[in-house]
C-alpha cells in the first residue's frame, strides 16, 4: 500500500512569514496526526483528527497554526506568522482508528527552517 | 503526567557488537509500548510494540521486555550491522482520554565495521 505522503520536503522561510504543509493520509485510515520534532528531541504530537473532526489540539499554538482535514481525507497544517522556535520537521501519520493495537505509519516529514 | 526516559547518546559501537539502549516511562493506567526507528532521511518506522505487562516485542533481531515493575522497555540486540545505525525512539500510548502517542528524545546508534 501507498505509505503517507508529505510535501513540501524542505522550506526555508523568513519569520513572520507564513507557511503550509500538506498530508495524503493512506487510503481508509480515519485517524491522522500532526507531530513536531525539533532538533534533537522526540516527535510532540500537535492535533489529531478522526476522520474530519479535531480529536486533540491540546498542543497546538492556536494563536499561529491552524490544521484542517476536510472531507476526512488530506491534511493541511499552517504556520502565521513563523517564529525562529518553529524550526523543526513537521510529520503526519494515519491509522485505522484510534488505539495502540492500530499501527501509526509516518510520513518523512517536512523540514522547516525559519531564519 | 506521563513521560518517556531514554538514554542520551550517540551509542557508538562495533559491528556485531551487543546493543542495549535504556528506556524507562512515568504513566497513569496501563500504556503500550514501542520502539520506532528513524533512518536518515526517512520517516518514523514501527520496529516493536509490546501491550501489556511481561509481552516481550521482537523484531529484525531486536528485542524488548514490558517490564512493569521497573517501568522499563529496554531495547536490545545481539549483535548489531552498520545498517542499524539510526535514531531510536521509545514510546508510550494510553488509551482512552489521552488517545496519543508520547515519544521519548530519542538515540542515536552508530555502528562501524
Known amino acids: 500500500e501507498a505509505g503517507v505522503a508529505q510535501s513540501p520536503r524542505y522550506k526555508i522561510i523568513e519569520k513572520r512569514q507564513s507557511v503550509a504543509f500538506w498530508c495524503n493520509p493512506i487510503s481508509g485510515h480515519a485517524t491522522l496526526y500532526w507531530y513536531q520534532q525539533i532538533l534533537g528531541q522526540g516527535p510532540k504530537l500537535l492535533i489529531q483528527?478522526?476522520?474530519?473532526?479535531?480529536?486533540?489540539d491540546s498542543q497546538l499554538p492556536k494563536d499561529r497554526f491552524s490544521a484542517e482535514r476536510l472531507k476526512g481525507v488530506d491534511s493541511t497544517l499552517k504556520i502565521q506568522p513563523a517564529k525562529l522556535e518553529d524550526s523543526a520537521v513537521y510529520l503526519c501519520?494515519?491509522?485505522?482508528?484510534?488505539?495502540?493495537?492500530?499501527?501509526?505509519?509516518f510520513g518523512s516529514g517536512t523540514r522547516l527552517t525559519v531564519v | 503526567g506521563n513521560s518517556v526516559t531514554q538514554m542520551e547518546g550517540p551509542v557508538t559501537l562495533s559491528e556485531e557488537a551487543f546493543l542495549t539502549i535504556n528506556c524507562t516511562y512515568t504513566a497513569t493506567g496501563y500504556p503500550s509500548l514501542f520502539w520506532y526507528v528513524q533512518y536518515p532521511g526517512e520517516g518514523l518506522q514501527l520496529l516493536l510494540k509490546?501491550?501489556?505487562?511481561?509481552d516481550k516485542g521482537s523484531n529484525k533481531g531486536f528485542e524488548a521486555t514490558y517490564r512493569k515493575e521497573t517501568t522499563s522497555f529496554h531495547l536490545e540486540k545481539g549483535s548489531v550491522q552498520v545498517s542499524d545505525s539510526a535514531v531510536y525512539f521509545c514510546a508510550l500510548h494510553l488509551s482512552g482520554g489521552y488517545n496519543k502517542l508520547i515519544f521519548g528524545a530519542g538515540t542515536r546508534l552508530a555502528v562501524h565495521p
Open positions: 501519520a494515519s491509522s485505522q482508528r484510534q488505539g495502540s493495537n492500530y499501527g501509526y505509519t
Open positions: 509490546a501491550t501489556k505487562a511481561d
Open positions: 483528527f478522526q476522520n474530519n473532526g479535531v480529536v486533540d
